[in-house]
């Protein structure tokens, strides 16, 4: 089995930083994804950001690309997402998640339903 662990959510004024980071304990497939997602109050689970375990291309979803930057380490079994310039509408429960067998070298945030494996969530909230 595996177990995801995120860390690094805190409260931050609009224009901050965050730093987000997912490990995962157990066996996990150098071909697995490993995705960011969120939830506001009031609003649907979205997909942010995606990436192979194992490095490679990676999706943004619109409204946090050219801000977010998701990256990876194998050895560590270890995803961060480094969050820029952040603003209140990013204000959110943040979770990672994993697919054990994408079937392919690209991560789609959009194949929700291929994300088995969740975290617990870090709180993140953005507020001057």
């Known amino acids: 089995q595996v177990q995801l662990m995120e860390s690094g959510g805190d409260s931050v004024r609009p224009g901050g930083s965050l730093r987000l980071s997912c490990t995962a304990s157990?066996?996990?497939?150098?071909?697995?994804?490993v995705a960011w997602f969120r939830q506001a109050p009031g609003k649907e689970r979205e997909g942010i950001a995606a990436?192979?375990?194992?490095?490679?291309?990676?999706e943004y979803a619109p409204s946090v690309k050219g801000r977010f930057t998701i990256s990876q380490d194998i050895v560590k079994k270890t995803v961060w997402l480094q969050m820029n310039s952040l603003e209140p509408e990013d204000t959110a429960m943040y979770y990672c998640?994993?697919?054990?067998?994408?079937?392919?070298?690209?991560?789609?945030?959009?194949?929700?339903?291929?994300?088995?494996?969740w975290g617990q969530g870090t709180q993140v909230t953005v507020s001057s």
């Open positions: 998640a994993a697919d054990p067998n994408p079937g392919g070298s690209y991560c789609y945030i959009r194949s929700e339903t291929r994300y088995t494996f």
């Open positions: 990436i192979p375990i194992d490095g490679g291309s990676t």
């Open positions: 157990g066996y996990l497939y150098s071909t697995a994804c």
